[in-house]
Nanobody, 120 residues
Framework: QVQLEESGGGVVRTGGSLSLSCVAD????????MGWFRQAPGKEREYVAS????????LYAEYVKGRFTISRDNNKNTVYLQMENLKSEDTGVYYC?????????????RGQGTQVTVSS
């Protein structure tokens, strides 16, 4: 079992930046693929990005590629999502996820989420 806690959400203007963090309560954090998903109001949850154990592989959904950056610090049991040039369609609840077997959509464990609102 992995406990995940996100932080860093908030309200930002269109074109602005925001950084999310997620701390994992796991003694073997460096064996997990980590990811971020999001869910907009009235829509299904969708994949955003993921990263492998050593940070040598990062994957992104097309709609965030070039604007978002996922990273991790295994010494701090933390994964990050740096978001740049935010758009209104980026609004939603962002969830941190962990999975030992699926890098493309690591979704076995999920945090409670943090709200990101992009306003014009």
């Amino acid at each position: 079992q992995v406990q995940l806690e996100e932080s860093g959400g908030g309200v930002v203007r269109t074109g602005g930046s925001l950084s999310l963090s997620c701390v994992a309560d796991a003694h073997n954090f460096d064996t997990y693929f980590m990811g971020w998903f999001r869910q907009a109001p009235g829509k299904e949850r969708e994949y955003v990005a993921s990263i492998n154990w050593s940070s040598s592989i990062t994957l992104y959904a097309e709609y965030v590629k070039g604007r978002f950056t996922i990273s991790r610090d295994n010494n701090k049991n933390t994964v990050y999502l740096q978001m740049e040039n935010l758009k209104s369609e980026d609004t939603g609840v962002y969830y941190c996820t962990a999975d030992q077997f699926n890098l493309k959509e690591p979704a076995r464990f999920r945090g409670q989420g943090t709200q990101v609102t992009v306003s014009s």
